[in-house]
């Protein structure tokens, strides 16, 4: 097997855990735009262009209650602004390639995959071909999200909302985070964010909770790692 | 603004969030101090997207009475600590949620 193949196929097995639940958040993404009104065509639509649970969520919500083209456009602008992050971390290890590549990466970096390849670009460093974990990653996301969107559609709502499956999705980005309990200064910085998202989802407008929170906290980060170094000095 | 118009910019605006940084930073532009500083980027994210969902409700108030899934979540992230195995997170918080809602 071709080491591009290899990264591909480690990315694909290393976002696998992380798609139970996107299977149960694509089925009631589907449920919801038909329920709303959206024709098959668009909702399939939707998760190709937009390719983004969050942003379509929020779409929705927005679109149903007859907010304006600004104010989806804005919020939706705001809860993706958190890929500027993703991008930022990245980046270092993407930017020696073509644009071609760089654009077809981009379109597949979502949470699940960023969480993953960014840990396998740390530890493989030297290799060149490792984007390919990143594209495995991301089209094994895309595909079940494409199908899964398809399943809600049709089937309408097979999965009983009594279940609460929504829930899996804050315990996907929990078992994302559980290397970073044991550290002190991620503890720090994993309240201050969660506490500033949660006070913050009411008051701060467009949806922008997540990205002020993130901002504030790294700040904090910043500030500690810079006080730990001085101390050990 | 046609709704395909609308999903269009939408899924432009998503597309260049995630590409721009991609497109415009150099690895030159890295060092230990900045990569130190973006190790804590899942940190400083992924709370504010658990902590909402988690402590409150649909209508966007603070729930933390007769919230099933408060501890729900400390029994994910206890078993998240001790085994470092993403499904079982996910499946233990998912448990104890149906335990609590369903059986007590």
């Known amino acids: 097997m071709s080491n591009k193949s290899k990264n591909f196929f480690k990315g694909i097995k290393d976002t696998s855990p992380l798609m139970i639940p996107v299977i149960p958040f694509g089925i009631i993404f589907g449920v919801l735009a038909i329920d709303l009104g959206l024709t098959p065509l668009m909702t399939i639509a939707m998760s190709i262009i937009i390719f983004g649970g969050a942003s379509q969520i929020i779409f929705l919500q927005l679109f149903s209650a007859g907010a304006s083209s600004l104010v989806i456009l804005s919020s939706v602008g705001a809860v993706n602004s958190r890929h500027l992050l993703y991008g930022t971390v990245l980046s270092e290890h993407l930017s020696d390639l073509n644009l071609t590549w760089k654009i077809i990466v981009s379109y597949l970096l979502v949470d699940q995959a960023f969480a993953v390849s960014n840990d396998h670009f740390k530890k493989n460093r030297e290799d060149k071909d490792k984007y390919f974990h990143l594209i495995g990653g991301g089209l094994n996301c895309w595909t079940i999200w494409q199908i899964t969107t398809i399943i809600g559609i049709y089937l309408g709502s097979i999965i009983p909302e009594k279940l609460g499956l929504t829930f899996a999705i804050p315990l996907t980005f929990l078992a994302l985070l559980v290397n970073d309990f044991r550290k002190l200064i991620n503890v720090i910085v994993i309240i201050v964010s969660g506490s500033i998202a949660t006070l913050g989802y009411q008051i701060i407008p467009f949806k922008a909770y997540v990205i002020v929170a993130a901002a504030i906290s790294l700040l904090i980060a910043f500030i500690l790692t810079k006080f730990t170094k001085k101390n050990n000095e | ?104």
């Open chain 2, 1 to 104: 603004m046609s709704n395909l118009a609308l999903i269009i910019y939408c899924g432009l605006i998503t597309f260049l969030t995630r590409f721009s940084m991609i497109a415009l930073l150099k690895k030159e532009m890295f060092n230990d101090r900045i990569r130190e500083v973006l190790s804590y980027v899942p940190s400083a994210i992924f709370p504010a997207i658990i902590f909402p969902a988690i402590f409150l409700d649909n209508a966007g108030s603070i729930e933390i009475e007769n919230n099933p899934k408060i501890l729900a979540a400390i029994i994910a992230m206890a078993v998240g600590i001790f085994t470092r195995n993403i499904i079982a997170t996910i499946f233990s918080g998912l448990a104890s949620y149906w335990f609590i809602i369903f059986i007590v």
